[in-house]
């Protein structure tokens, strides 16, 4: 397992070769626009399956809310 930190809590990936688009579809977040920082840095939504996890790293992954 790939131990990683999602918005401040831990998190674990099921496969060791996860991408940011994986863990997107493991979160249930497919779709929904998101904003994905990893290290300090935004990922490019074109970016997130080129986009390879490593242990340790940080993630801020803010979901965008409609409303009127």
């Given amino acids: 397992m790939l131990s ?3 918005n401040g809590a831990p998190h ?3 496969d060791e070769r996860s ?3 994986d863990l997107l579809r493991e979160l249930a977040l497919t779709g929904k626009r998101v904003a994905v920082e990893m290290n300090g ?3 490019p ?3 997130y399956e080129a986009s390879p996890l490593a ?5 801020e992954i803010i979901a965008a809310v ?3």
């Fill in 66 to 68: 409609g409303g009127g």
């Fill in 4 to 6: 990683i930190v999602v």
């Fill in 12 to 14: 674990f990936c099921r």
């Fill in 19 to 21: 991408t940011v688009a």
């Fill in 45 to 47: 939504r074109s970016r």
């Fill in 41 to 43: 840095e935004i990922v």
């Fill in 55 to 59: 242990a340790g790293d940080k993630l």
